[in-house]
Nanobody, 124 residues
Framework: QVQLVESGGGLVQAGGSLRLSCAASGRTFSSRVMGWFRQAPGKEREFVAR????????YYADSVKGRFTISRDNAKNTGYLQMNSLKPEDTAVYYC?????????????????WGQGTQVTVSS
């Protein structure tokens, strides 16, 4: 129902920062929970953060809490993931996703739109 395109990935040194963007096309972006996930080689895809459709609530995985900030600008149909104090273990392909749910806890299967992913590599 919505098409998502990530951008902003790249190669950074440990301790550095990076901001990922997720541009959405469609008319229902503001009514959808948006999430960020990541997947490292040989690892399962893991949840990183989510934000409600209105932007009023956020939730983070313990591994990134205090370092990453999820946000959205519905007027621009864009979501963001600000990543600070990056660590080598943050290296992964990062995906944005949108759910048909407007708020609350969202199961992975309830994200029905996914971006193509953007590579984030953190060197030590």
């Amino acid at each position: 129902q919505v098409q998502l395109v990530e951008s902003g990935g790249g190669l950074v040194q440990a301790g550095g920062s990076l901001r990922l963007s997720c541009a959405a096309s469609g008319r229902t972006f503001s009514s959808r929970v948006m999430g960020w996930f990541r997947q490292a080689p040989g690892k399962e895809r893991e949840f990183v953060a989510r934000i409600s459709g209105s932007g009023g609530s956020t939730y983070y995985a313990d591994s990134v809490k205090g370092r990453f900030t999820i946000s959205r600008d519905n007027a621009k149909n864009t979501g963001y993931l600000q990543m600070n104090s990056l660590k080598p273990e943050d290296t992964a392909v990062y995906y944005c996703a949108a759910s048909w749910r407007p708020s609350g806890t969202v199961r992975t299967s309830e994200y029905d739109s996914w971006g193509q992913g953007t590579q984030v590599t953190v060197s030590s």
